[in-house]
């Protein structure tokens, strides 16, 4: 055996497990009686987010855009009979599986083929006896790429499985929170409140978008959090106009407001929130209109408790605007869930807003989590009025994520 073999397979690292192997446990059992109820056999779990559901396994690069000489094939694959997964993976993660992840049988790819293990997977699941049946496979999963979806698919079926879609077992079964994963957004709910803190502390004159980002990340970082999902905006005068716009070196100009959207990150999960700052007094137009915009938070919390329908929510906040003439001043008003992410997006499943009828007649039970988003154009073309408040909804109350940070325009000082 080599040295790197010893490395590999002998090497026992300290763990780093996310969560407790009763929580781990649990969620294997509400992923197999979700799919008796859909009828899947056998679902090969290849996200990121779904394998660290599972398993808690995680790491820095999924093979996403690589090569194709390295193309990303590993994967968690669960029947509904057994009270156990099997993790598929390269050797190259030996060490990476046995420090994060809860897995009791991980089997790696030949080493003839050790970056590729599409027929491995294949061959060890038919042995298993999982391939009988129907197979679900996460396709609306940004990993794998089509090309190895395709090849695991066609393997599939040609052992004699039925393949079909299974992404929505998992995220299904994530909308409601476990009280673990409630906890870590409740520490989110901290990290992220510290994070807009710290924004109000570097916004200033001549100071640029960049600078201004990675302040408010070593904030998040110093308070106990991650690096989120997605790149952080920090968007001054007009430029906020365009809300996935990216920051930039753009010098901050006195008298602009500046858009800043964070997330709060624990265990991989998010709660996200996003303030408008004013450098300096702001023009008392621009004041006005965001005051008003920051009103339908009154609306918000007057109508806040478990089991709140999607409906009354949408209903309510429609209704403020329309009585304010904000309606047809708006960008996006609406939400969508909160919970854990990976590179490169923190938008969850489900997704709400007042023109949206498919998901107006579910309601927001204790155990989810989602965000609210006010987004209203400003006077003149000077930037969007942008807040965005996560709101966590838990047996007997709902949490405002970062309620100490005001809704309204922030200001300052020159």
Excluded at 194 to 207: C, H, Q, S
Excluded at 215 to 228: D, M, N, S, T, V
Excluded at 310 to 317: A, D, H, I, Q, T
């Amino acid at each position: 055996m080599t040295y790197r073999d010893q490395v590999y397979f002998d090497f026992q690292p300290e763990t780093e497990i996310p969560f407790s192997e009763v929580e781990f446990a649990n969620r294997l059992l509400r992923v197999r009686a979700k799919m008796a109820q859909d009828g899947i056999d056998c679902l090969l779990l290849t996200s990121p987010e779904s394998m660290y559901y599972i398993s808690g396994y995680i790491c820095m690069w999924y093979h996403t855009e690589s090569p194709v000489e390295w193309p990303p094939s590993n994967g968690i694959a669960v029947h509904v009979d057994h009270d156990r997964f099997i993790h598929f993976e390269t050797e190259r993660e030996a060490v990476l599986t046995r420090t994060f992840t809860v897995s009791k049988d991980t089997r790696y790819f030949p080493k003839d083929n050790y970056r590729d293990g599409t027929q491995f997977i294949v061959d060890e699941l038919k042995a298993e006896g999982w391939l009988k049946g129907r197979v679900g496979m996460e396709f609306w999963a940004m990993q794998p790429n089509r090309v190895i979806s395709q090849k695991i698919q066609t393997q599939f079926e040609a052992a004699g499985a039925e393949v079909v879609d299974g992404s929505h077992v998992l995220r299904e079964i994530r909308w409601v929170k476990s009280q673990a994963e409630i906890e870590c957004l409740e520490e989110s709910c901290r990290v992220a409140t510290a994070g807009l803190n710290a924004a109000r502390e570097v916004i200033r004159p001549g100071v640029t978008e960049l600078e201004v980002q990675g302040e408010i990340i070593r904030a998040l970082c110093a308070a106990g959090g991650e690096l989120q999902a997605m790149m952080m905006p920090v968007l001054s005068g007009g430029k906020s106009n365009a809300a996935h716009a990216v920051a930039t070196r753009k010098k901050i100009k006195a008298g602009e407001t500046v858009a800043v959207d964070v997330a709060g990150v624990r265990k991989r999960y998010h709660m996200n929130a996003a303030r408008t700052f004013s450098v300096g007094e702001p023009a008392k137009d621009v004041a006005a209109k965001a005051s008003l915009a920051a009103g339908v938070m009154n609306v918000v919390r007057e109508c806040l408790r478990p089991n709140l329908s999607v409906r009354e929510l949408n209903e309510r906040v429609k209704a403020y605007y329309e009585a304010h003439d904000l309606w047809d001043q708006r960008g996006w008003i609406g939400g969508y869930e909160m919970g854990i992410a990976f590179l490169s997006d923190w938008v969850g499943n489900m997704v709400y807003d007042p023109l949206v009828e498919k998901n107006a007649d579910r309601f927001f039970e204790p155990g989810t989590a989602v965000n609210h988003e006010v987004q209203i154009f400003l006077p003149r073309f000077s930037g969007q009025f942008f807040m965005i408040e996560s709101l966590l909804f838990k047996e007997d109350e709902v949490q405002l994520a970062t309620h100490e940070v005001p809704y309204d325009l922030i200001i300052c000082e020159n």
